[in-house]
């Protein structure tokens, strides 16, 4: 049969608008929490999605987050609610750019902090061009879209300082019903010690599993049940034996995104599982 004739069964046109169907109800949200740690190589980049809302915690490296948003969010939305620079560098930062350019963001959300790197300047250059909105955080705010609650934990306003930019880092908790999630950016020990908190179910683990963040005395407060950690190939050593003993202590399972790629936990605001 020619390709002209098969264009013209009524199956054909069936059977095709079928399978479109099946692929745009696939692809509708769940009515869940999605919360996903996406594989960006060394750096962080996680995408946090509920229904219709997307917000992105930092961009990674590269272009890499591309990948986690085309896979993680619906094919017909190019929309972001919210993008979270934890702090300006390098491997936090420069795949924000393709994001921007790709996506409609309303909001973008920082410490404040600037800096004079090429990166950074560009993407100072394509918000302004897409007028998306800043807005500068401090220890106390508080974001609400919806169900999804985020509690800015650090840094205090008094506290920024340019020369120590890990160390004013946006630490947010996020809340969804009874699940909750602790997102620490590359904070150190310095900065864990002065933070007031609870138990939480999910604990990204800061700066990638440096030695010098993720202490006992934080682990033992919070008692994470699982800990993330977003990590590639380095020369840091990361992550340390030191914090993977540290989280074996407190009984956390420990998944890396090096292993096993991008980390997806479900949540219906009660119970939650990490989805292989």
Not at 56 to 70: E, R, S, T
Not at 75 to 94: A, C, G, K, N, S
């Amino acid at each position: 049969m020619s390709e002209a004739k098969i264009l013209k069964e009524p199956l054909f046109w069936l059977s095709l608008f079928l399978i479109l169907i099946c692929w745009v109800l696939f692809s509708l949200p769940d009515g869940k929490l999605h919360l996903v740690f996406c594989d960006v190589g060394q750096g962080d980049a996680t995408l946090i999605t509920y229904r219709q809302t997307q917000v992105l915690i930092d961009g990674g490296p590269d272009q890499k987050v591309l990948q986690c948003l085309d896979q993680k969010m619906p094919f017909y939305d190019r929309r972001l609610e919210m993008i979270v620079l934890t702090h300006p560098e390098q491997d936090h930062e420069t795949g924000l750019i393709d994001v921007l350019e790709r996506y409609n963001v309303r909001y973008f959300v920082s410490n404040g902090l600037r800096k004079s790197s090429a990166t950074f300047l560009e993407l100072e250059k394509i918000k302004e061009e897409k007028k998306v909105l800043s807005v500068s955080v401090k220890t106390g705010d508080r974001i609400k879209i919806g169900p999804l609650g985020f509690s800015v934990l650090w840094p205090p306003k008094e506290f920024l300082q340019e020369d120590e930019l890990n160390e004013s880092s946006v630490v947010l908790k996020l809340s969804f019903g009874h699940f909750k999630a602790l997102l620490t950016g590359d904070i150190s020990e310095k900065v864990e010690k002065k933070l007031d908190l609870k138990k939480v179910e999910v604990l990204k683990v800061a700066h990638h599993g440096s030695r010098f963040s993720t202490s006992a005395a934080f682990l033992e407060m919070i008692r994470p049940e699982l800990a993330v950690i977003s990590v590639g190939q380095n020369r840091f050593g990361h992550p340390t034996k030191e914090v993977l003993e540290s989280l074996n202590q407190v009984q956390a399972k420990v998944v890396r995104t090096d292993k096993v790629g991008a980390v997806e936990i479900v949540s219906d605001g009660w119970r939650w599982y990490n989805r292989p």
